[in-house]
Antibody, heavy 119, light 108 residues
């Protein structure tokens, strides 16, 4: 069974950096892209970026360029997302999701991690 | 960047009704269009991929169609468990992904 398990909720101050993890089990991570998706309270889904675990190459959405870093550790089948220079608008649930490289659909999702940015 | 619009933003229908949601892309995306269902407090779930293909295990009352810039998502007979927000999502050859703003579906 495929599972994506994310780290727990975080509370951060404005200007800080948050790091969220996503551990994947059930299939070889190198066959997939690992994505991160932001969902602010009561709002829609926003794709932040992805990493190719096979070569570590990331791709970021323009909105988050310069503030987001996505990496994957194939030795532990875990991906990480750092979001820096946090502001109140970054308060959101962050989801990791996988998509097969040959077919870019988000087929499996983590449970979500709530990040609250508050002074 | 490709922009996605959805309509309506919300709808209310009776159990058994046929429900249709439309999604429009700002440029031709061929059939690179997927549909997801998200229930409150849960992660999204893939329902339809490549515009019209039903994901394994998804009830046949869900269907999708369209190509190019205009797409539809239909629930042929609305059930109480279908209460959710539905999102379209496009992808392109440059590995860029965009979600539509979502359509919230309620029971009348």
């Amino acid at each position: 069974e495929v599972q994506l398990v994310q780290s727990g909720a975080e509370v951060k101050k404005p200007g800080a950096t948050v790091k969220i993890s996503c551990e994947v089990s059930g299939y070889p991570l190198t066959d997939y892209y690992l994505h991160w998706v932001q969902q602010a309270p009561g709002k829609g889904l926003e794709w932040m970026g992805l990493v190719d675990p096979e070569d570590g190459e990331p791709m970021y959405a323009e909105k988050f360029l310069g503030r987001v870093t996505i990496v994957a550790d194939t030795s532990t089948d875990t991906a990480y997302m750092d979001l820096s220079s946090l502001r109140s608008e970054d308060t959101a649930v962050y989801y990791c999701a996988t998509s097969p490289k040959i077919h870019p659909v988000f087929d499996h999702w983590g449970q979500g991690t709530l990040v609250t940015v508050s002074s | 960047d490709i922009q996605m619009t959805q309509s309506p933003s919300s709808l209310s229908a009776s159990v058994g009704d046929r429900v249709t949601i439309t999604c429009q892309a700002s440029q031709d995306i061929s059939n690179y269009l997927n549909w997801y269902q998200q229930k409150p407090g849960k992660a999204p779930k893939l329902l339809i991929y490549d515009a019209s293909n039903l994901e394994t295990g998804v009830p046949s009352r869900f269907s999708g169609g369209g190509s190019g810039t205009d797409f539809t998502f239909t629930i042929s007979s609305l059930q109480p468990e279908d209460i959710a927000t539905y999102y379209c999502q496009q992808y392109d050859n440059l590995l860029s992904f965009t979600f539509g703003p979502g359509t919230k579906v309620d029971i009348k």
